[in-house]
């Protein structure tokens, strides 16, 4: 974990007070009322009231109260001299650190992906009236989360509106708020740490203006500043708290053009100190993040002695994330019952690697690829920047998103969502507990799709000679009528990258479109189409767009960027455009024998 380093000093004196006597940690009985800061910090959730007591000489808690329509059940209690652990059954655990007197203790709240500053405080209540209370903001960080919010409260009200005229003054009004908010943001958060540097609350100005750093001009010298701060503050909220948002900073520097080496410092202590009790995904963070701020300092050999630990923690994570996901044995396809069936099956997932809800379907989509063949079923995954940025998202999987939402407004809200031959169904995600029940679910809506018949037949021939991949896609026995047009995408079989819901490989990842998304309009029963996939030309547009995202939009958590376009297949879809259904589809393998370099 991050230790700054006046945190460790502050210990060295206590430890060696007590270098030959244990402490006896301090009398907690009593109730005590646990909450944590919401993002924005304007508000704070009240999580429950827990109550303390002594038996046979040791502290135990039983939760008393929580909020109306919550269910908190305790895991665990622990009490080690003056640092308080509270697990929860569903995952999360407060930890947290005694005041001198006994009344307060400030720590974090969450999981190793995500923590929140949290407190425990003594109380006379029996029950918790509110699960939300305002906290102690000032004026400025109010008015910044009001206008960080209102944006997606409008883009729920465009969703939910039918109306042309209403969705398009909506429309408008997202617009203004969203001008507003890019003028007058950097100017808030600027005058929360002027009058608040020494306080909790700079936190929630401080990372916000290192995460926009590029787009909202900090300096070099700003940014110093803010990273100062952040340290100071967050160690209140002891150790784990304090490496979780410090490590956050870092990554904003690193992943800043110009700002990489201010990270240096804390990223060289901490990478020094790591230990195989750190979680291993914490330690790809931290080495990940030091090798990028070295290189940019221009330390080469010591960003490639972190290279080299970090390659071997990956490739055991690796090794571990394949031998436990998914985390049940997906069961294989019978076949299909019907003689003459000839359907296929295609399951469009939209996802992010941002979006710990898409865990379950992430690993449903995954499995199914073990219990179907590429006859039976085409898996095409799009991913996008929700809720966080996603350097898998692009053009092609925007443009299919913008596709669906214009056919079903209603359907089409967020990720995760799933299309089944043109059809949103089977919505909703979960974590990797729920991955399961989501793989049945999805076969539910796939095996009946199998027995059906059409006469549209789609193949191909896809040859990639060095960095151009040639296709050839025929249709044969389409209908004349309806909107029929032909979509070829290019996807990418496998990919490796570690995002905010720590999944660590997307299979099927759409990278390019070629000849547009809008498609090539089939006129008549049967169609040959050429088209070309020039594998330079994605790679810069995709790094384009990449870098054009990071420096107008929010910059991505990591500089990391999965650009080896390798193992493609290519997609061919008939779709009709005015119903969105997919008639057939097929997957086409390419052959590279003939590539150059390996390509």
């Given at each position: ?278 979680p291993a995904a914490f330690q790809v963070r931290v080495l990940t993040a030091s090798k990028t701020a070295l290189e940019a300092s221009g330390a080469t050999e010591e960003a490639k002695a972190v290279d080299g630990r970090l390659g071997k923690i990956e490739a055991r994570l690796d090794q571990e994330y394949l031998a436990t996901v998914p985390p049940f044995k997906p069961t294989p396809f019978a076949g299909r019952q019907e003689k003459g069936a000839n359907q296929v099956a295609v399951l469009e997932l939209f996802t992010g690697a941002q979006c710990p809800p898409c865990v379950a379907a992430d690993v449903a989509f995954d499995a199914l690829g073990k219990s179907y063949s590429p006859s039976e079923v085409v898996l095409i995954q799009y991913h996008m920047h929700i809720p966080g940025p996603d350097p898998l998202t692009n053009p092609a999987t925007i443009a299919r998103w913008d596709y669906y939402r214009k056919l079903f407004p209603q359907g089409v809200r967020g990720t995760p969502t799933t299309i089944f ?179």
């Amino acid at each position: 974990m991050l230790r700054c380093t006046f945190f460790a000093l502050a210990l060295l004196g206590a430890t060696a007070l007590t270098a030959h006597t244990k402490t006896a940690p301090p009398d907690l009985s009593g109730a005590w009322l646990i909450s944590y800061s919401l993002p924005g910090g304007t508000r704070e959730a009240n999580l429950c009231i827990l109550k303390i007591e002594t038996k046979d000489g040791k502290p135990t808690a039983s939760v008393v109260a929580v909020p109306k329509g919550t269910n908190i059940t305790l895991k665990s209690f622990d009490v080690s001299n003056k640092e308080v652990t509270v697990a929860l059954a569903n995952g999360p655990s407060f930890i947290g650190v005694i005041s001198d007197d006994a009344k307060t203790i400030l720590g974090g709240f969450g999981t190793d992906a995500a923590q929140s500053r949290g407190k425990m405080v003594r109380t006379g209540q029996e029950s918790i009236d509110s699960r939300f209370t305002s906290s102690e903001a000032p004026a400025e960080l109010v008015k910044a989360e009001q206008l960080t919010t209102r944006p997606n409260m409008l883009r729920i009200q465009i969703i939910q509106t039918k109306e042309a005229d209403k969705k398009k003054e909506l429309m408008a009004e997202m617009s203004e708020v969203q001008k507003e908010a890019e003028e007058k943001l950097p100017g808030l958060y600027r005058a929360v740490i002027e009058k608040k540097a020494d306080t909790p609350i700079a936190l929630d100005a401080a990372l916000p203006l290192l995460q926009s750093a590029r787009k909202w001009k900090v300096t070099a010298s700003e940014a110093k500043n803010l990273l100062k701060i952040i340290e100071a503050q967050s160690t209140r909220f002891g150790p784990k708290y304090s490496d979780f948002v410090t490590l956050e900073a870092a990554e904003s520097l690193v992943a800043t053009k110009g700002l990489e080496a201010i990270a240096v410092g804390v990223l060289r202590t901490r990478s020094k100190e790591l230990t195989d009790k750190d979680p291993a995904a914490f330690q790809v963070r931290v080495l990940t993040a030091s090798k990028t701020a070295l290189e940019a300092s221009g330390a080469t050999e010591e960003a490639k002695a972190v290279d080299g630990r970090l390659g071997k923690i990956e490739a055991r994570l690796d090794q571990e994330y394949l031998a436990t996901v998914p985390p049940f044995k997906p069961t294989p396809f019978a076949g299909r019952q019907e003689k003459g069936a000839n359907q296929v099956a295609v399951l469009e997932l939209f996802t992010g690697a941002q979006c710990p809800p898409c865990v379950a379907a992430d690993v449903a989509f995954d499995a199914l690829g073990k219990s179907y063949s590429p006859s039976e079923v085409v898996l095409i995954q799009y991913h996008m920047h929700i809720p966080g940025p996603d350097p898998l998202t692009n053009p092609a999987t925007i443009a299919r998103w913008d596709y669906y939402r214009k056919l079903f407004p209603q359907g089409v809200r967020g990720t995760p969502t799933t299309i089944f031959n043109g059809k949103v169904q089977a919505g909703g995600g979960g974590g990797m507990a729920n991955a399961q029940s989501k793989f049945t679910q999805y076969r539910e809506i796939i095996d009946p799709i199998l027995e059906k018949t059409t006469s549209v037949k789609v193949s191909g021939k896809a040859i990639q000679k060095n960095d151009k991949v040639e296709i050839a896609v025929d249709v044969a026995g389409a209908p004349t009528e309806g909107e029929l047009k032909l979509r070829v995408l290019v996807v990418e079989e496998s990919i490796r990258y570690v995002g905010g819901n720590r999944l660590r490989f997307h299979h099927h990842v759409v990278r390019a479109i070629p000849g547009g998304a809008a498609g090539v309009t089939v006129k008549e029963a049967n169609l040959r189409h050429t088209t070309t996939a020039d594998l330079l030309a994605v790679r810069k547009d995709l790094n384009n767009y990449l870098d054009d995202y990071a420096a107008n939009e929010r910059p991505f958590p990591s500089k990391v960027r999965p650009l080896d376009l390798k193992h493609l297949k290519v997609i061919a879809l008939i779709q009709d455009d005015k119903t969105g259904e997919i008639l057939q589809a097929a997957q086409i393998e390419v052959d590279d024998k003939v590539a150059s370099g390996g390509q």
